[in-house]
């Protein structure tokens, strides 16, 4: 059995443990719902709970389909034992239906279903408030070795169509997710933090209702309910 060691750094939804295992890592994830970079807050009780079951479920998920991710298991209610990775501060987000950012920045309409999926990078920067980037940044600022890129896209785009097929048969439509990615111990390319609610946003099929952090975020209903729906579904 693994054991909590030292506290390596707490962020707003986890806090990361080392182990007695240099290479394995602990995270914990917490009850506290923020948005807009922190500036709206909450303690929910339950929301830790959620988010680890429902990236577990999906974390799992995808290391069965082949997709390298660091989860090596669920430990306890809120805690999860993953790999430790060398994290690049790039988001990767893929988009199937307008909504969020895209919405502000290009105009297109809430709901504009895409011809095809849109991948798009952010910069991981509080300060800076996570801006747009493009691959050039990538390379001029080296913030992920430049080789990895054409993998990181290609497996968020089979993460999409697996990720898409399943909450389809589940009656929930991906509208959009972040993934973020680093290296493993071994050296290969990896998806690491989590998927939840928190990373994506997810539509009932058949009313359209918002099960994701946006109920948080524009006050559109209890946030747990809809991660409880979530979860309901996909472990049906
Ligand atoms: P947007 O760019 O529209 O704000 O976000 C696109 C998708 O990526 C949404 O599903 C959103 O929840 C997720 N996302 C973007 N930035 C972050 C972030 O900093 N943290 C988390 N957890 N998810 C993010």
């Given at each position: 059995m693994v054991k909590r060691t030292r506290r390596l750094y707490e962020g707003k939804a986890k806090v990361v443990y080392e182990t007695d295992d240099p290479n394995k890592l602990i995270l914990f994830f917490k009850d506290s719902a923020t948005a807009f970079d922190g500036a709206k807050k909450a303690e929910l009780k339950g929301k830790g709970t959620l988010n680890n079951t429902i990236s577990s479920l999906i974390f799992e998920m995808l290391n069965s389909r082949g997709i390298r991710t660091h989860?090596?298991?669920?430990?306890?209610?809120n805690e999860m034992l993953v790999w430790r990775a060398k994290r690049f501060p790039v988001e990767v987000v893929v988009r199937n239906i307008a909504a969020g950012s895209v919405v502000k920045r290009l105009?297109?309409?809430?709901g504009d279903v895409f011809k095809k999926p849109l991948v798009e990078l952010f910069y991981k920067n509080d300060e800076l408030h996570d801006p747009l980037i493009c691959e050039e940044h990538v390379r001029l600022m080296n913030?992920?070795?430049?080789?990895?890129l054409p993998l990181m896209k290609e497996t968020a785009l089979k993460v999409n169509r697996i990720l898409g097929e399943f909450f389809s048969e589940h009656?929930?439509?991906?509208?959009d997710f972040k993934l973020e990615f680093g290296l493993l111990p071994d050296g290969e390319l990896a998806i690491v933090d989590e998927i939840s609610p928190d990373s994506m946003r997810l539509w009932d099929?058949?009313?359209?209702?918002k099960l994701d952090k946006d109920r948080f975020r524009f006050d559109l209903g209890d946030l747990l309910e809809g991660y409880r729906k979530v979860l309901n579904r996909i472990s049906e």
């Open positions: 989860f090596i298991k669920r430990l306890s209610d105009g297109f309409k809430e913030l992920a070795p430049v080789e990895t009656y929930i439509k991906l509208v099929a058949k009313t359209g209702e």
